[in-house]
């Protein structure tokens, strides 16, 4: 049983940064796909970021892109989202997803992660 847990979301302002975490449990922590996915009000759960086995391998939605940056820290089990030049639209609930063995794939789909955390909400006022 993987158990991630995000944290870091709040309340900024527009043009503001943040940093998201999700710990997750697992000796082979290192093997796992880890993504971010984010849901608004009345909005069905979109891809945001994830990364792979190897942290060069990473996707991002497009909206995010040169924007929002995700990186991962195998000796805390943690993967990391940069949030930055945050815009109100990216107002959302966050959630950290986990797919063990992934054997180098990246997913960018819900239906490809096994674990997920509770989330963590992200508010930003214009």
């Known amino acids: 049983q993987v158990r991630p847990v995000e944290s870091g979301g709040g309340l900024v302002q527009a043009g503001d940064s943040m940093r998201l975490s999700c710990a997750a449990s697992?000796?082979?922590?290192?093997?796992?796909?880890m993504g971010w996915f984010r849901q608004a009000p009345g909005k069905e759960r979109e891809f945001v970021a994830a990364i792979g086995e190897i942290p060069r391998d990473t996707d991002y939605e497009d909206s995010v892109k040169g924007r929002f940056t995700i990186s991962r820290d195998n000796a805390k089990n943690t993967v990391y989202l940069q949030m930055n030049s945050l815009k109100p639209e990216d107002t959302a609930v966050y959630y950290c997803?986990?797919?063990?063995?992934?054997?180098?794939?990246?997913?960018?789909?819900?239906?490809?992660?096994?674990?997920w955390g509770q989330g963590t909400q992200v508010t930003v006022s214009s």
């Open positions: 997803a986990v797919k063990p063995t992934s054997r180098g794939i990246v997913p960018m789909v819900p239906r490809e992660y096994d674990y």
């Open positions: 697992g000796r082979l922590f290192s093997t796992y796909a």
